[in-house]
């Protein structure tokens, strides 16, 4: 069965600090990975996806995510964390095996504390 | 301005009284789904329509129902509430060209409480 999975509960850094949120992910064939953020109260907002192509996804809001196959993960990272960076993160694999469904596969999802 | 728009985005209700959820996106989408989200779980698919009078289940369709009667609305339906179902529902569309790259429109969440 396809899967995504997100290790941390929760990450912690200060301002300015480069951050990383880790998924790993188990599919057969070719994975369409994804990152979506949701801030307190709202919806989830797409972030980045990777299909094909570079490994080194580049998204909203100065994120980007490296698909590594061998390691079967899809790390997002942003080089210099802001305080507005604070939310739920969660990476999500479209489900290759349930036909023309649409449904992405998340994670349980990884909150992001940036203090000051 | 380009929305999914869900209500209500809270409600308290009791065991066995029928609720609806309603969902618009005014983007001419032609997926929309539901999904619930839930501590530790991550986001589920509840049910997924591929067009107007096209619904099919999700992964945890039990005790929902959908309708999808104009394009623009997507309607989630518990006739008969239970606890288990309490729950932070979201409503999502996409355009059909690209709803299998996964770039999904989110409304912002309708906390329901069932008692």
């Known amino acids: 069965a396809q899967s995504v999975a997100q290790p941390e509960d929760q990450v912690n850094v200060a301002e300015g600090n480069p951050l990383t949120v880790k998924c790993t992910y188990s599919?057969?064939?070719?994975?369409?990975l994804f990152w979506y953020v949701q801030y307190p109260n709202r919806g989830l907002q797409f972030l980045l996806k990777?299909?094909?192509?570079?490994?080194l996804v580049k998204g909203s809001y100065g994120f980007e995510a490296e698909f590594n196959k061998s390691q079967t993960s899809f790390h997002l990272k942003k080089p210099s964390a802001l305080v507005s960076d604070s939310a739920l993160y969660f990476c999500?694999?479209?489900?290759?095996?349930?036909?023309?469904?649409?449904?992405?596969?998340f994670g349980q999802g990884t909150t992001l504390q940036v203090k000051p | 301005e380009a929305q999914v728009t869900q209500n209500p985005r809270y409600l308290i209700t009791v065991t066995g009284k029928k609720l609806t959820v309603t969902c618009s996106q005014n983007?001419?989408?032609?997926?929309m789904s539901w999904y619930r989200q839930d501590p530790g779980l991550g986001l589920r698919q509840i049910y997924y329509?591929?067009?107007?009078?096209?619904?099919d289940k999700g992964d945890v369709p039990e005790g929902y129902k959908v309708s999808r009667k104009e394009k623009r609305n997507f309607p989630l339906i518990l006739e008969s509430p239970s606890p288990n179902q309490t729950s932070l529902y979201f409503c999502?569309?996409?355009?059909?060209?690209?709803?299998?790259?996964?770039?999904?429109?989110f409304g912002e969440g309708s906390r329901l409480t069932v008692l």
């Open positions: 329509s591929m067009n107007v009078e096209v619904t």
């Open positions: 999502a569309s996409s355009l059909e060209a690209t709803w299998n790259t996964g770039e999904l429109f």
């Open positions: 990777y299909i094909t192509g570079d490994n």
């Open positions: 983007m001419n989408h032609e997926y």
């Open positions: 999500a694999v479209r489900d290759l095996y349930s036909g023309n469904t649409g449904k992405l596969i």
């Open positions: 599919v057969s064939g070719n994975p369409y």
